[in-house]
Each structure stands twice: as structure tokens, then as C-alpha cells.
């Protein structure tokens, strides 16, 4: 998995010419596991939307060293996806087999099977026919993570993964990622719990629209950088933020 | 009167009524589908919007065919809902402006215009035809006009029903793993514009798009998945055409209205004794009880 690098030159990726990311270069090294994390605002899932190509940076490059789409799976933020849509547990699933699918391919039965393990190793056995409608929050979580394992890819980011489930749900799909992790792949998560960071990723990335330290997280998460960070979000935030400060870390 | 003269005599005496009945299956084998699809993509209102908008092309394809001719407004009226769709898409990217509120503008300004080109040229009888169809007077060539845009429909929506149905569900996973998101859209798009010019001379722009929106609004009471929700606003567009065709032929009912008052009156019976049905949500739920 040499390969799995994602590579940033001085990226500035803005909407409507305000920018929501500035001057950032770096590495995401193959097979490490990074945390982004900053206050509310700072560019985080902006960047992950840039490093799948969803946005196109407005100066600098991103370098993806060939990577296919395919070797790159996202997970969305829970928002972004409609919840109530009329869809089965296991067709969520099956998306997930869509390298091999394709758009417009038949699944395969390899590819069904498999989507039957994924969902026994994330705890929903048998749930298949189940709509996803029917679901609590962590377990239409633990599905998304399913059509993840399904997607076997070699970089893997997830937007806010833990937001709004509960504990339990939480640790086992921590587990998965650390497992993801061990086999090699290269994690990528934007987390606003500074402690679990700082339990789980050996990598940090904090972000304040520009960046403010990226390295291992024990250097990276110090105090100076958080307050660092946190001036720059009061600085954007001046107009909006009426009601004092907010705690970054009650996420 | 027996069943048989009730339900079958009208349309084995009368060809005009065979040709409505043929052109309300079409319709509702194209419009199920895709009501379906545009409810789920919450633009039930965008597709009300998209028919009127179609409204000042077929008007102007009435001025150069110089009468009530479907191809030569069906192709006008293609052209100006693919483009109100386009522009509106394009306005509410580069402006404040929300879709809808952008799609809300371009359609008024369409519609006054529509109404405006028809009334200066042709006469009330036009202008009722246009803004409310005249499914009795189907004749072959629209019937092969609306069978090739149902057939059309239909092919294309199996060959995109994956990545459509992903786009909607999750918008972030598509442009993920295949970068497309906004082709799949604008071919439904454009998908929604062809079924509205085929229900145009049927049920005219103010009503083409009762058998796409009420039908899906039905399914939706009813089922759980998308293929049953399908099926289900299918049969409820073909049948309303079935009984709304046989209701205003006893009746001497205007055909087009009865056949969107049917759609209704199964929409109000589902709201009545559906599954989530306001009824049964006012009743005691069995699960709680003990």
C-alpha cells in the first residue's frame, strides 16, 4: 500500500472566494492515521470534501498519486445523507461493492455474501431487509460502516463518525477503525472529542482555516496551539458568535 | 346497466376513448416512476413549477404549426422547461436565491408569457385546450409521441437507477466514488420535462404533472421501498386514467380533471385507511398497549 499518500502543496480552497482553507501543505502518509480536528468552521470537512475531489482547491494541488475514486471511501456527515429514504439495510450495504459494480453493473452473489459479513462484524446480523428508516441513529451508523468495510479501500475518511451515537456504538466502531488502521490502511477523521483523539490517533492534524500544527498528536494538541486555534475561531466568529465563547471540546 | 356496458362498451364503441385509455397507461408507466423519483428528491413543488414553465414553448410551437399539433409543441415546450430548468439551476449557483424561489420566477414569467403568446393568436378554446389538454382528441401520432417518450423514459431510468437513487439518498458517496452527481440530475431533469411535455396535449400544463405528483404521494403512504412505491404510483396513474376515462364518459365530466380528481379521491381514500394513515395514527397503537 505504498502508494496510499495523499500529498498537499500549499492548498487554498475557498467558496465564493472566501476561503475556508488556506495555505495548507502536508502529508497524509500511507498507512497513518490522522485526526483533523479545530473549531466549528475551520475547514475540516471542506478539506475532506477536497481530498476525495468534490472541491477543486482554488490554488495549490492536491496529489493523489493515481488514486481511482474507488480507492478512496468517505463517509459523508450523518446530515448529509436522507435518513428516510425507502431503502433496504442490505442494498445500503451493497453500494459499498461498487468498484465492482459499477454504476450501472449487476452485484454480484460474492459481493451480497460479503455484504452479509459486514454486517455481522458490525453487529447487525439478519438485518438486510430492514429499512433504513426503521433504524436508530448508531445503528444506521454502524451500516455506513458496513458499506465501508465493503468498500476495502486503501484510504478511508470519515466526517464526523461518533457525532450523536452512543457509547457502546462507538467503541466498537472505534474498534473497526483501529483494525482498519493495523491492516495498513490510511485513516483519515475529522473528531471534535479531543480526548478520544488523543486515546486513538497517533497523527493530528488542527486546523483553524489555516493550519496550526500537524504532527504526532502528543505534540500537536498542546495547549498553546488549542488557544492559538481558538483566537482565530473567535476571530471569524466576531459577527455570529453573540453568545461568548463556545467550548470546543463539548462535542 | 351490466359491468360490461359500464366498463368495456365505451371503449370498444368509441375509438377516441381507446386512445385516451392507451395514452393514460403511457402516461402513468412514465410519470409513476419518475413522481416517485422527484418526490423522494423533495421537488414535488419543482415539477409543478417545470410544467408550467413548459407552457410558453408549446404556445410558440402553436404559433409556427399554426394549430393544435403535439410534436410542434411538444418539441417547444421541451425546449423551454429543459431551459427554465437549466437557467434556474444556473441562478440559484450564482445568486442568493434558493432553487425553488428561482424556479418560482421563471415559472410565473413563463406561465404570464405562455398565456400571453396562445391569447394573442388563437382563441379561448386554444387557450382552454393548451392550459388544460384535450385527452379525447389523442390522436395516432401523439399516441407514438407519447409511447416513444414513456419507452425512452423508462430505458433510461433502468440504465441510471443505481447512481439516480444514490444521488438522492447520498450525494456525498456518489460524487465519491463516481464523480457525477449533476449528469445523473440533469438527465432526470430533463427525464421530468419530456413526461410533462407527454402529459401536456392529455391533461394541459396546468395538470400534466397531477399524474406524477399525486400517484407518488399515494405510494408513499403505502410502502416502505422504493421498487413497491414505484409499482404502486404506476397502478394508481394507470387506474385513475381507467376510471376517470369511464367516470366522465357516463357523466359527460370534462376528462381531464376527472382523471386528476380520481388520482385524488385514491390519495384522500389512502390518507383515510393507508398504513400510515391519519386514522391510524389517531387510534390506539396495538404495540403499546399491555
Known amino acids: 500500500m505504498k502508494q496510499a499518500m495523499i500529498r498537499l502543496w500549499d492548498v ?21 492515521m490522522t485526526a483533523i480536528t479545530g473549531p466549528n468552521g475551520a475547514g475540516k470537512s471542506t478539506l475532506l470534501k477536497a481530498l476525495i475531489g468534490e472541491l477543486a482547491p482554488s490554488s495549490g494541488s492536491i496529489e493523489r498519486q493515481a488514486l481511482a475514486p474507488v480507492e478512496i471511501a468517505y463517509l459523508p456527515q450523518a446530515a448529509e445523507i436522507d435518513r428516510h429514504f425507502p431503502m433496504t439495510v442490505g442494498d445500503t450495504v451493497l453500494l459499498g461493492a461498487w468498484r465492482q459494480s459499477g454504476a450501472f453493473g449487476s452485484v454480484s452473489t460474492a459481493s451480497a455474501m460479503e455484504a452479509h459479513r459486514a454486517l455481522a462484524v458490525v453487529g447487525l446480523a439478519d438485518f438486510e431487509r430492514r429499512s433504513i428508516g426503521s433504524l436508530s441513529a448508531g445503528q444506521f451508523q454502524r451500516v455506513l460502516f458496513a458499506r465501508l468495510l465493503l468498500q476495502n479501500a486503501k484510504i478511508i475518511l470519515l466526517d464526523e463518525p461518533f457525532t450523536a451515537i452512543d457509547a457502546r456504538t462507538m467503541r466498537d466502531l472505534l474498534g473497526l477503525v483501529q483494525c482498519w488502521h493495523r491492516e495498513g490502511r490510511t485513516v483519515i477523521a475529522v473528531l471534535h472529542d479531543l480526548d478520544q483523539v488523543r486515546a486513538h490517533f497517533p497523527e493530528t492534524l488542527l486546523l483553524a482555516r489555516e493550519m496550526i500544527a500537524w504532527g504526532p498528536t502528543a505534540t500537536t494538541l498542546v495547549p498553546p496551539n488549542l488557544r492559538r486555534a481558538q483566537l482565530m475561531a473567535e476571530q471569524w466568529n466576531e459577527d ?6 463556545r467550548d470546543r471540546n463539548a462535542a | 346497466m351490466s359491468v360490461y356496458q359500464f366498463v368495456v362498451a365505451p371503449f370498444v364503441d368509441y375509438g377516441f376513448l381507446r386512445r385516451a385509455l392507451v395514452a393514460c397507461f403511457a402516461l402513468g408507466l412514465g410519470s409513476g416512476p419518475i413522481g416517485v423519483l422527484l418526490m423522494l428528491r423533495r421537488m414535488s413543488l419543482m415539477g409543478d ?12 410551437g402553436f404559433l409556427v404549426a399554426g394549430s393544435l399539433s403535439l410534436p410542434a409543441m411538444g418539441l417547444g415546450g421541451l425546449i423551454a422547461g429543459l431551459s427554465v430548468a437549466v437557467l434556474s439551476g444556473f441562478v440559484s449557483r450564482s445568486t442568493p436565491l434558493r432553487e425553488d424561489a428561482s424556479f418560482a420566477s421563471f415559472y410565473l414569467a413563463s406561465l404570464a408569457l405562455g398565456v400571453l403568446i396562445v391569447s394573442t393568436r388563437g382563441s379561448n378554446i386554444d387557450l382552454l385546450h393548451v392550459l388544460f389538454g384535450t385527452i379525447l382528441g389523442i390522436d395516432a401520432t401523439a399516441l407514438y409521441f407519447i409511447g416513444g417518450i414513456t419507452s425512452f423514459t423508462i430505458a433510461v431510468l433502468a440504465v441510471i437507477y443505481r447512481p439516480l437513487v444514490v444521488e438522492c439518498f447520498d450525494p456525498g458517496f456518489l460524487r465519491a466514488v463516481a464523480g457525477r452527481g449533476s449528469l445523473y440530475h440533469f438527465l432526470f431533469l430533463f427525464l421530468v420535462v419530456l413526461n410533462l411535455v407527454a402529459g401536456f396535449q392529455a391533461l394541459g400544463t396546468l395538470m400534466a404533472v397531477g399524474l406524477m ?35 366522465s364518459y357516463h357523466l359527460g365530466f370534462a376528462s381531464g380533471p376527472t382523471i386528476i380528481l380520481m388520482a385524488s379521491l385514491i390519495y384522500a381514500a389512502s390518507l383515510l385507511v393507508g398504513p400510515s394513515s391519519a386514522i391510524r395514527r389517531a387510534l390506539p397503537r396495538p404495540r403499546l398497549a399491555g
Do not use: E
Open chain 1, 12 to 32: 487554498t480552497i475557498a467558496y465564493d472566494r472566501h476561503p475556508a482553507v488556506q495555505h495548507l501543505s502536508g502529508v497524509f502518509a500511507p498507512s497513518s
Open chain 1, 240 to 245: 455570529t458568535d453573540l453568545c461568548g465563547t
Open chain 2, 49 to 60: 413549477a417545470m410544467s408550467h414553465s413548459v407552457l410558453p414553448g408549446a404556445a410558440i
Open chain 2, 213 to 247: 405528483m399525486l400517484p407518488a404521494t399515494v405510494a408513499q403512504l403505502w410502502a416502505r421501498t422504493l421498487p413497491q412505491m414505484i409499482a404502486i404510483a404506476t397502478s394508481t396513474a394507470t387506474a385513475s386514467g381507467f376510471i376517470g376515462l369511464i367516470v
